[in-house]
């Protein structure tokens, strides 16, 4: 009785982690998960007949930690995902997951901000140029030995001692330059999710 | 240089896991196509039919990958064993997919054949 009580907390033990860590996850399909794997460990822990403590310990240890698990479901999700829509808010929300989950994701995170956040201010800055055409562009501020380059947006008064770069180009440059940062970025995001998912695919050797 | 020489090995042995490891959604698919299986005869299959040594955390959250696609569905069962069973079957979109994959897969595995025929004859 004790074994068989120590072998259910165990188990329930490291499904509560999983649980948790798939939080942000459709609780349908979360909960599917957490069912389908008590079903596995029940099976795989009870070969013998009865269901034993070092029986659960192996299953469990057989399917790695609930972080490697979860970041496992997490990258599937983002890929089975972008499969259907590659919309950068979306990618975004999964990435916030898996940054949750693995350093590897913090990291894609990180970087997937920084490309959109560029790509997006480029596609401002060209669409803003028509309503701002004075203020609006590429800017380079003469400072010394530090020159200063900056996107301005337009709003305000021209900048004091400034000099635009681009004129009127920035509009073609603009929308095509940061389509070009969108699109490379959720490329760059996924190919990381696709590298990472391999790598934890299958034991070494 | 010499580092590169001494990690000669390593770097097949990576080959040979890269390789197994592109392998695994086929080989999913495939152990599916006679009829529906649950998560553990998926694991048992593959280890006896095949010699992909496969981390069982990696079959369930692929699996949930290829439903999402639409390859695969799944429905719970009862069974005497005492809990449900989440059994796995293809769809006619993971058919299709699995007919087209195994032909590419035959395709390039014969030219890679005859490619390395010299190869295996030494020795």
């Given at each position: 009785m004790t074994t068989a009580g120590n072998a259910q907390q165990k188990m329930e033990a490291y499904l509560g982690r999983l649980r948790q860590l798939l939080r942000g996850m459709n609780p349908e399909?979360?909960?599917?998960?957490?069912?389908?794997?008590?079903?596995?460990?029940?099976e795989k822990a009870s070969a013998g007949g009865e269901c034993t403590a070092a029986g659960v310990d192996a299953a469990l240890t057989a399917l790695g930690t609930p972080e490697?698990?979860?970041?496992?479901?997490?990258?599937?999700?983002?890929?089975?995902?972008?499969?259907?829509?590659?919309?950068?808010?979306?990618?975004?929300?999964?990435?916030?997951?898996?940054?949750?989950?693995?350093v590897a994701g913090f990291v894609v995170l990180l970087t997937s901000i920084i490309g959109y956040f560029l790509g997006g201010a480029l596609?401002?800055?060209?669409?803003?140029?028509?309503?701002?055409?004075?203020?609006a562009g590429l800017w380079v501020f003469p400072n010394g030995a530090d020159t200063e380059i900056s996107l301005r947006l337009g709003f305000g008064n021209p900048p004091a001692g400034g000099r635009e770069l681009l004129g009127w180009w920035i509009v073609p440059a603009g929308l095509v330059v940061g389509c070009g940062m969108v699109i490379l970025t959720t490329r760059f995001a996924l190919w990381c999710a696709r590298q990472y998912r391999k790598s934890l695919a299958l034991p070494r050797g | 240089m010499k580092a590169r020489e001494g990690s000669d090995q390593d770097t097949v042995d990576k080959w040979e896991v890269q390789l197994r490891k592109g392998c695994l959604e086929l080989a999913i698919?495939?152990?599916?196509?006679?009829?529906?299986?649950?998560?553990?005869e998926i694991l048992r299959r593959l280890e006896s039919d095949s010699d992909l040594i496969v981390s069982e955390g990696t079959v369930y959250p692929l699996l949930s990958r290829l439903k999402a696609l639409g390859l695969v569905r799944s429905e719970?069962?009862?069974?005497?064993?005492?809990?449900?069973?989440?059994?796995?079957a293809l769809t006619p979109a993971g058919r299709q997919r699995s007919r087209e994959m195994?032909?590419?897969?035959?395709?390039?595995?014969?030219?890679?054949?005859?490619?390395?025929?010299?190869?295996?004859?030494?020795k």
């Amino acid at each position: 009785m004790t074994t068989a009580g120590n072998a259910q907390q165990k188990m329930e033990a490291y499904l509560g982690r999983l649980r948790q860590l798939l939080r942000g996850m459709n609780p349908e399909d979360a909960r599917e998960v957490i069912e389908e794997l008590r079903s596995h460990i029940r099976e795989k822990a009870s070969a013998g007949g009865e269901c034993t403590a070092a029986g659960v310990d192996a299953a469990l240890t057989a399917l790695g930690t609930p972080e490697d698990l979860a970041s496992q479901y997490t990258t599937d999700d983002l890929l089975a995902r972008a499969e259907v829509s590659r919309s950068p808010v979306r990618i975004l929300q999964s990435l916030f997951r898996w940054a949750s989950l693995s350093v590897a994701g913090f990291v894609v995170l990180l970087t997937s901000i920084i490309g959109y956040f560029l790509g997006g201010a480029l596609l401002w800055c060209a669409v803003l140029k028509v309503v701002h055409p004075r203020t609006a562009g590429l800017w380079v501020f003469p400072n010394g030995a530090d020159t200063e380059i900056s996107l301005r947006l337009g709003f305000g008064n021209p900048p004091a001692g400034g000099r635009e770069l681009l004129g009127w180009w920035i509009v073609p440059a603009g929308l095509v330059v940061g389509c070009g940062m969108v699109i490379l970025t959720t490329r760059f995001a996924l190919w990381c999710a696709r590298q990472y998912r391999k790598s934890l695919a299958l034991p070494r050797g | 240089m010499k580092a590169r020489e001494g990690s000669d090995q390593d770097t097949v042995d990576k080959w040979e896991v890269q390789l197994r490891k592109g392998c695994l959604e086929l080989a999913i698919l495939a152990a599916l196509w006679d009829g529906k299986l649950y998560g553990l005869e998926i694991l048992r299959r593959l280890e006896s039919d095949s010699d992909l040594i496969v981390s069982e955390g990696t079959v369930y959250p692929l699996l949930s990958r290829l439903k999402a696609l639409g390859l695969v569905r799944s429905e719970w069962v009862e069974s005497d064993a005492g809990h449900p069973r989440k059994y796995y079957a293809l769809t006619p979109a993971g058919r299709q997919r699995s007919r087209e994959m195994a032909a590419m897969w035959s395709r390039f595995s014969a030219s890679m054949s005859r490619l390395l025929a010299p190869l295996t004859r030494e020795k």
